[in-house]
């Protein structure tokens, strides 16, 4: 599985992608803002993006959020690792789908399985 991580936050990209590694998944891009996301799943074409920071102003969800003014972003499959729990987040980004999406919440992952697991059944959906 090809993995692009998005995360704002140097240390907590770099652990996401360490965790991922050790639990098989490779990461094969990341992105440190909203603006690198779209080029960077053009060329990859991953099969999931691993998003965080949700809901927070000038992180990379808002990419997620606006799948429809980003044709890169259009049908990938994707998985948002919050710190928030934002039902009306959530609810905008499902109606405004067109890819397979999910939404985990950090405190509540207790093992790195929860993740991988998250990541895997969202790219079959894809």
Known sequence: MRVLVGEDRLLTREGIITLLG???????????????????????RPVAVHSTSAC??????RACGRRRDLPAMAGYAGVILSQYVEVGFVLALLES??????????????????????????????
């Open 22 to 44: 050790r639990a098989g998944v490779g990461a094969v891009g990341e992105a440190g803002d909203v603006e690198g996301t779209p080029a960077l799943v053009e060329r990859h």
């Open 56 to 61: 927070l102003p000038g992180t990379l969800t």
């Open 97 to 126: 789908n067109t890819g397979s999406v999910g939404y985990l919440v950090k405190e509540w992952v207790l093992e790195m399985a929860m993740l991988s697991d998250a990541l895997r059944r969202v790219s079959a959906c894809a």
